[in-house]
T-cell receptor, first 115, second 111 residues
Framework: ETGVTQTPRHLVMGMTNKKSLKCEQHLGHNAMYWYKQSAKKPLELMFVYSLEERVENNSVPSRFSPECPNSSHLFLHLHTLQPEDSALYLC??????????????FGPGTRLTVL | SQQGEEDPQALSIQEGENATMNCSYKTSINNLQWYRQNSGRGLVHLILIRSNEREKHSGRLRVTLDTSKKSSSLLITASRAADTASYFCATASTGGFKTIFGAGTRLFVKA
């Protein structure tokens, strides 16, 4: 148990559906991240929020829309996804200070399948 | 191209043997981190080594960092079947929030 929870753990959706992934951290951290992990590819950073402001957006398609309402919660809203978006989506949090990056604590991930 | 690249891609050893994984990177870093991931699960942080450190230990783990060669190694001593997992290195640069992960080394420890 890392202190980062993600729901749902598994999600199957059609290309026309709208769904949301949720992440919650109980560690008091000030930064949260979304990563995509596809088979046989390195972990891809999608979005980073620091103090609830988006600070990184790695050219992610607009069909992925993040939301960070407070420092403990992070959402990833999904709409009109493609089959190639099927992957494990991982949320992480960390405590950042003075521009020095620290260790990240990961949630268990949401296994997303797009039909 | 990606920042961290692990070598080998896969490693199979007997329980009790040592496992060594290497990571190379391309740009200047603030720190380098190693993570473990069991199949289909989240990553677990193992150890962080800063750019001004050369070696670090944590239990059965030993990490080295050579900034002149832009490389790091992770040594797991006296491996156990429970060490079977994928191991990733991740590099963090100063002044940003981007931690870049390599493709990982899959370690299989046979009982």
């Amino acid at each position: 148990e890392t202190g980062v929870t993600q729901t749902p753990r598994h999600l199957v959706m059609g290309m026309t559906n709208k769904k949301s992934l949720k992440c919650e951290q109980h560690l008091g951290h000030n930064a949260m991240y979304w990563y995509k992990q596809s088979a046989k590819k390195p972990l891809e950073l999608m979005f980073v929020y620091s103090l609830e402001e988006r600070v990184e957006n790695n050219s992610v398609p607009s069909r992925f829309s993040p939301e960070c309402p407070n420092s403990s919660h992070l959402f990833l809203h999904l709409h009109t996804l493609q089959p190639e978006d099927s992957a494990l989506y991982l949320c992480a949090s960390s405590q950042e200070s003075g521009g020095r990056l620290g260790e990240q604590f990961f949630g268990p991930g949401t296994r997303l399948t797009v039909l | 191209s990606q920042q961290g690249e692990e070598d080998p891609q896969a490693l199979s050893i007997q329980e009790g043997e040592n496992a060594t994984m290497n990571c190379s990177y391309k740009t200047s870093i603030n720190n380098l981190q190693w993570y473990r991931q069991n199949s289909g699960r989240g990553l677990v942080h193992l150890i962080l080594i800063r750019s001004n450190e050369r070696e670090k230990h944590s239990g059965r783990l030993r990490v080295t960092l050579d900034t002149s060669k832009k490389s790091s190694s992770l040594l797991i001593t006296a491996s156990r079947a429970a060490d079977t997992a994928s191991y990733f290195c991740a590099t963090a640069s100063t002044g940003g929030f981007k931690t870049i992960f390599g493709a990982g080394t899959r370690l299989f420890v046979k009982a």
